[in-house]
Every structure is written in structure tokens, then in C-alpha cells.
């Protein structure tokens, strides 16, 4: 039974797998309004492009492959990369927490974010140097959650949560002071950043975001089996075995870093990282190992969708999109799962 | 094999020791009961052995080997701990969580082998949760989620198992069912127990030794016999109680009693001829409404007896199941002398006892007022061939008072 269990949950992997790479070729295949390329010629273009096949393959010329290569393509996987992050670090929260309330951003990550963000603009620093700053602050406003939230060198969720709350409110205010105090194309900007997007990725930042989405997902899910025996509370999973603290601390510590790299690129992208763990739950149940690639597989196919959406409605904010499509498909889940998985 | 010694233990949390100067040891195979009142330290003492409170001073040795110098894992591949109640924050399957146990066994890039499902298995068919197993855990019952997480321990592989009042939310059928279970893996797979209990009888009745904690310092460890006395549960606990024996399996049980202040100036003397248990509730009810009550003559033994021993009455009592001889009957007229009414229950009569209805006559001929509760007639009470009955009859003579109820009684002496 422990096999076709085993078996099921690669099934669904699979599956889930080959869904998400339908939906980014089918994604190239979507542009910004006016901008119409073949079925044949978008296919004939990737596939020429990829390393190996390319010498084999008459090589593709015009504006159509810059836009397919340079402009969609480098889009679409940072989309991705994004969705997968964000998904994984909000499975990861909850799992910490405890608590399906629990965000990506639940210490503070969003909004330290922003208001690095906010700080670049303001100070009108270059397009480059605005996604560090977001991350240093992102990172900074973490780990000063995370210090606050520290009682007798315990971890303690509550407190962690109430620290949190209040930092973010606290860099939510400095945030729109900034914007109150800037002129008129500056607010703009923030603003606009703030609702995020991946208008305008080029493969540099795809190639930054890359490793470390990699290196937080592994961490998260070598410590699925710890994830798990945590769900029984602190003090149970010291009996079985787990050091509790140092599994927090690496933990938070990896879903930060994917929420802030991510966030720090492409601006806040909210619903992803709090609905997709949930809704992935609904499927493969609790347990970390099926859930961790589970969801990571749905946030990026959910985070693709999204952006086509974004990119074919004349680049709407993606972080407008994901809740405006994600809460209605969530809210049916949830009528159609009712009692079945208790939450 | 399991040993545990702690040796001057301080624990507790934050700067305040919640435990003084422990130091206690747990033999292989031991079966220790921890009791002790509320916020005494009992559930301290649990999370102490296995080094989770956060301040504690002093030794404590699982197999020789200090508790402070192992890993998490190495403290969870020797005990396992049952807590009071477990919250699972989401949904896993009964089976998820028995897998749980096996962490400690688990590396960090390893996943469950062969053997995990096996020890997994087998603590799913000692507590009998088979029909559990795909279950989610949300919608289990107390008692069902309970029994799971003793599944979870048991896949753990203990060789110490700690319950901190493991089963004090169970209802009595289960409450047995777990002790029971947990007995037996004590005595055929010889996992040390030590289990927290608010519930002296069920401690009493399952543990070889129990040690009894007040305001965090050891007041006794010894066999229940040893620790539960009433003089232990009147300086630890503030009641005061009767210890019994249970005369199935020779455990010990408690009962408390309502020893409200007793007052000693008696309104009036009865004195109460009964016996084989016909008197009970009429004794007790005396006692109650403050009545000095005396009451003979009773064999030791006899269920009237024990009763008015319990209530600390006044008895002439004579050696169990032998005929009353002169002495006490000389002895039973002097208490009817001293009181103002005799009572008299329709006990059974025979020839040993049958020196009672003499005396009941006797008081009438004193003057005394005499009231028999009859239930049952002199007939069917007679063993003695007729003598008692004749007995009966010079008493109606003589102006005995019959009614049939207690409360009739004590309307009529009020």
C-alpha cells in the first residue's frame, strides 16, 4: 500500500510537471495585443535556440525572435522561478506557523521590500541597484521580526507573529510617507512597483533569481520530514527527535530568502504564496514530501497563467491579477473540498 | 535496557526551579508512578528526563549517559513521551502521524526503510487503531487521537516510555484498555514506564512503585502501599481518606471522606442492634444529623461492622463469625443503658446472634423506647427454629414501635 501510495504522489508530479511546461509554451504563444507570431514559427524559434539543437536547425532572423527570446521567454521562466519560490516559502510559513494563515511575507518581507524599493526610487537609484536595495531591506526587516520575536532563545510563534504584524505595519507606514513626500512620476513608479510585474525581465535577473530559489527549495525540502513532525507542536517534535530551534531558524530563514529574492525583482506578488500551499493541500494532503513539489509545480504553472493574463490585458499588475483569478478559483475549491480535508 | 537515575536535580523555567533536589532511580523494567498535586512538578519532572525544560541543574543519566550530552535523536531512540493531549495543526492520516515515531530513526537524506513500516505496524496492532489508519486526524475523538499518539510512541521503540496523565481525558472503558495495554508492554517487552497520574486508583492499581511529589521535592517513592496512607494524602493533598483494599485484585483504592466538622456535643445517645448490613444507611444517616451513636452486638467483619468503623462509631464488637458471648452482651447492655432510644433492624437471626433480641427486650423492660425497622418479617429472618420469633412477639408485648423506613425513624427520635 506504502508503494502505490509512493507511486501515486509521483504521478501527480508528473503530471503536474507536464501541465506547467504546456503552459509556458502555450504562454510564449501569448503577447501583448498586436503582436501576433504563428504557432509553428514561436515553436520553431525555441527549440532553434536551445543549446545543441540550434547548429541543426535553420537559424530563425527578425524582430520576432528578439521578442520571442529576449522579451517572453526570459518572462515566463522568471514566472516560474517566481511562482515555485513564492509557493514553496508560503508551504514552508504555514508549516512553521502551524497556521494556514501564515504568508511568505509573515515576517515582514513584503513590506521591507517595499519600502527599499520606495527608498531607491526616491533617491532615484539606477534599475540595477533598486532589487538590492529591496532585498537588503526585505532581508533586514526579516531578521529584525525574527530577533524581536525571540523569547529566551526560544522561537515563539506568537510572538513571532505579533512581531511581525507590527513591523510590517511600521514599514507600510515609512513606505507610503515616502510616497506622500514624492512627486507625482515618482509615486507612480513605487506604486506600480508595489503591485508588481515581470514586464521587462531580461535573463540576467532570471540567472540571479535561479540558484538561490534552488538552494532555498532544496533546504525547505530536506527538512519536509521535520516540517511534518513540527505539525504535532514544539514540544512533541523535541521527543521525536527534532531540534526544534535550529529547524526554525534554517527554515524561516530559507522561506524568507526565496520570498525576499523573488519579490525584490518582480515587485509583491501577493495570493501566491498563502493559496496555492492550500490549495495544493486539498490535493496531496499535508504530508511535506508530496506537498513541497506538489505546490511548488502549481505555484509556477498558477504564476504563468497569471502573467499571460497580465501580458495580454496590456500588462495589468500582476499582483492585481493573481488575487483577481486566484480567490474566485480558490473559493471553489473550497466549497467543493468542504469537510473533506478540514480546512 | 533502561536505567534511569537522577541524581540533586533542580528544573524548571526561566529562574524559577519548579523541582528541588530531585534524585530518584528508575530500574530497568520499573513500573513508576509519578502523583502529586496540581502544578506540584510532576509534568516537570517528565519534560526534565528528557532535557526539554530550559533551566535545570544537576544529573540526570539515561543508561549511564547524561541526558544534556545527547542529541535530540539519541534522547528520542531511548524515550518516548506521551503527552496530555496533542493539537495536529493540519490533516495528516492516523497512519502519518504513527510514521512520526520513527523520525528519531530517520537520517536527514534518508526516507522511511522497510523497517520503519514494520515497527510502525506493529504499534498500530498493539493499540488496536487498525480501523483508524486512514483517518484524518481532525476527525478523530479524544480517545481515538490519544490512542494514535501511545501508536506513535510505541513506534518510537522506546525503552523508557513517559505518560504525563496519558490518559487522564479517556473515558474509564479506555482509561482501562490503555493502563492495561501499556502493563502489558511493560511486562512482556519490558519498556520501563514512568506515567504521571491524577487519578490515585488507576496509579494504584497499575504502577509496582509510585512516587509522590509535593511543591517540588520528592515526599515518598515506595510501593502504593508505602505512599498511599492517609497520613501522606492528609499532608499532600489536604483530604482526608479511607485506603482500601480492592478485594478482587488486592490493589489499593481511595475514598475520600466529607469529615465536616463532626460536632461532638451529641443532641441524644441511640443505640443501633443490627447486622449483616441491614444497618448501613440508618448508621450513617444517625452520624450525619449529629446523633451519638453506638451499636453492638456486631461480629468483626460484618458488613455493619465496617460501616461503623468508617463512621467512627461506638462498637461492641466480638470475633468475627463466633457467637456473642457474656462479656459483650454485658458490654451491649451498658450502651443501651447510656442511650435514650434503641434501634433495631431486621437483621437475620440465629443462634449466634440471637442474644441481640434479648437485649432488645431488655431495653423495653428498662423503659427505653425501642424502634424496630422492618422491611422483611420476623418469619423469614428466623434461623433458630422459632425461639426468635418467639422473641419478637414478647417484644410487640413489651410496646416495640414498627415502621418500615430510616426516615420514618428519624422523624419520630427528632
Known amino acids: ?343 | 535496557m533502561v536505567n534511569l537515575e537522577i541524581k540533586k536535580m533542580y528544573a524548571g523555567y526561566g529562574r524559577k526551579h519548579v523541582l528541588k533536589n530531585i534524585n530518584m532511580n528508575v530500574e530497568h523494567g520499573d513500573l513508576l508512578g509519578v502523583i502529586g498535586p496540581n502544578g506540584c512538578g510532576k509534568s516537570t519532572l517528565i519534560r526534565a528526563i528528557t532535557g526539554v525544560v530550559n533551566s535545570i541543574r544537576g544529573d540526570i543519566l539515561l543508561d549511564g549517559r547524561s541526558v544534556r550530552e545527547m542529541g535530540r535523536k539519541d534522547i528520542a531512540k531511548k524515550a518516548a513521551v506521551v503527552p496530555q493531549n496533542t493539537f495536529i495543526g493540519f490533516p495528516f492520516t492516523a497512519w502519518e502521524v504513527v510514521l512520526m515515531g520513527r523520525n528519531p530513526y530517520t537520517g536527514r537524506f534518508e526516507s522511511l526503510k522497510e523497517e520503519d513500516y514494520e515497527r510502525a505496524h506493529r504499534a498500530v496492532k498493539i493499540t488496536g487503531i487498525e480501523k483508524l489508519k486512514e483517518r484524518r486526524v481532525n476527525t478523530l475523538s479524544g480517545g481515538e487521537l490519544q490512542r494514535v499518539v501511545i501508536a506513535r510512541a510505541i513506534a518510537q521503540d522506546p525503552k523508557l516510555l513517559l505518560l504525563d496523565e496519558a490518559t487522564a481525558h479517556l473515558d474509564i472503558g479506555h482509561k482501562i484498555e490503555a493502563m492495561d495495554m501499556i502493563k502489558k508492554m511493560n511486562r512482556e517487552e519490558e519498556v520501563t514506564v514512568v506515567s504521571v497520574h491524577h487519578n490515585l486508583d488507576i496509579a494504584a492499581r497499575y504502577c509496582d512503585r509510585l512516587v509522590l511529589v509535593d511543591n517540588g521535592r520528592i515526599r515518598t517513592i515506595g510501593e502504593p502501599e508505602e505512599v498511599l496512607t492517609p497520613g501522606h494524602l492528609r499532608a499532600v493533598y489536604g483530604i482526608e481518606a479511607e485506603v482500601h483494599e480492592n478485594p478482587w485484585d488486592g490493589t489499593l483504592y481511595i475514598s475520600p471522606i466529607d469529615r465536616k466538622e463532626i460536632d461532638r456535643t451529641y443532641k441524644k445517645m441511640i443505640h443501633v442492634i443490627c447486622g449483616g448490613g441491614t444497618g448501613r444507611k440508618l448508621l450513617k444517616t444517625l452520624v450525619d444529623k449529629g446523633y451519638g451513636v453506638s451499636a453492638g452486638v456486631l461480629n468483626a467483619m460484618d458488613t455493619d461492622m465496617e460501616r461503623a468503623e468508617f463512621l467512627d462509631i461506638d462498637v461492641v464488637a466480638e470475633a468475627p463469625f463466633s457467637p456473642i458471648g457474656k462479656e459483650r452482651e454485658r458490654d451491649n447492655l451498658r450502651k443501651i443503658e447510656e442511650a435514650e432510644t434503641v434501634i433495631l433492624t431486621d437483621f437475620p437471626v440465629g443462634p449466634g446472634n440471637l442474644i441481640n433480641l434479648t437485649a432488645a427486650l431488655e431495653a423495653l423492660r428498662m423503659g427505653k423506647r425501642v424502634i424496630l425497622i422492618e422491611k422483611k418479617g420476623i418469619e423469614v429472618r428466623d434461623h433458630t427454629g422459632g425461639e426468635a420469633t418467639g422473641l419478637y412477639k414478647k417484644m410487640v408485648e413489651n410496646g416495640v414501635v414498627v415502621v418500615t423506613s430510616v426516615k420514618e425513624v428519624v422523624g419520630m427520635i427528632a
Open chain 1, 1 to 343: 500500500m506504502k508503494r502505490s501510495f509512493r507511486k501515486r504522489s509521483v504521478t501527480t508530479f508528473v503530471l503536474l510537471s507536464l501541465i506547467l511546461f504546456v503552459t509556458v509554451m502555450a504562454s510564449a504563444l501569448v503577447g501583448s495585443p498586436g503582436v501576433d507570431i504563428s504557432f509553428a514559427r514561436v515553436m520553431g524559434i525555441i527549440i532553434s535556440g536551445l543549446p545543441g539543437v540550434g547548429k541543426m536547425l535553420p537559424d530563425y532572423s527578425g524582430t520576432d525572435v528578439i521578442i520571442i527570446r529576449q522579451i517572453r521567454l526570459p518572462r515566463i521562466l522568471l514566472g516560474v522561478v517566481a511562482g515555485i519560490a513564492l509557493s514553496v516559502s508560503g508551504t514552508s510559513m504555514q508549516g512553521i506557523f502551524k497556521n494556514p494563515m501564515a504568508s511568505p511575507f509573515i515576517l515582514g518581507i513584503s513590506a521591507g521590500a517595499a519600502f527599499g524599493a520606495a527608498v531607491s526610487v526616491t533617491l532615484g537609484l539606477g534599475m540595477y541597484v533598486l532589487p538590492a536595495v529591496a532585498f537588503a531591506s526585505a532581508m533586514g526587516t526579516g531578521l529584525m521580526v525574527f530577533g524581536l520575536g525571540r523569547i529566551h532563545g526560544k522561537t515563539d510563534v506568537a510572538t513571532l507573529l505579533l512581531a511581525g504584524l507590527a513591523v510590517n505595519f511600521l514599514m507600510q507606514s515609512l513606505t507610503a510617507y515616502l510616497i506622500y513626500l514624492s512627486p507625482p512620476e515618482k509615486r507612480t513608479s513605487i506604486i506600480f512597483w508595489m503591485w508588481g510585474s515581470f514586464n521587462g525581465t531580461v535573463w540576467k535577473e532570471f540567472w540571479i533569481v535561479l540558484p538561490v530559489v534552488v538552494a532555498g527549495i532544496l533546504i525547505v525540502y530536506v527538512f519536509s520530514r521535520e516540517l511534518n513532525v513540527l505539525q504535532l507542536g514544539d514540544e512533541s517534535a523535541l521527543y521525536l527527535g527534532v531540534e526544534v530551534e535550529k529547524t526554525k531558524m534554517i527554515l524561516l530563514g530559507a522561506a524568507s530568502l526565496l520570498a525576499a529574492v523573488v519579490v525584490s525583482f518582480t515587485g509583491i506578488i501577493g495570493f501566491v504564496g498563502l493559496i496555492i500551499p492550500h490549495a495544493t493541500r486539498i490535493i496531496t494532503g499535508p504530508d511535506h514530501k508530496k506537498l513541497i513539489p506538489a505546490a511548488a509545480v502549481i505555484g509556477g504553472i498558477f504564476m504563468v497563467l497569471c502573467d499571460t493574463i497580465s501580458r495580454a490585458s496590456g500588462e495589468i499588475p500582476i499582483g492585481i491579477i493573481t488575487g483577481l483569478f486566484g480567490a474566485p478559483f480558490f473559493i471553489y475549491l473550497l466549497l467543493r473540498s468542504k469537510g473533506e480535508t478540514g480546512w
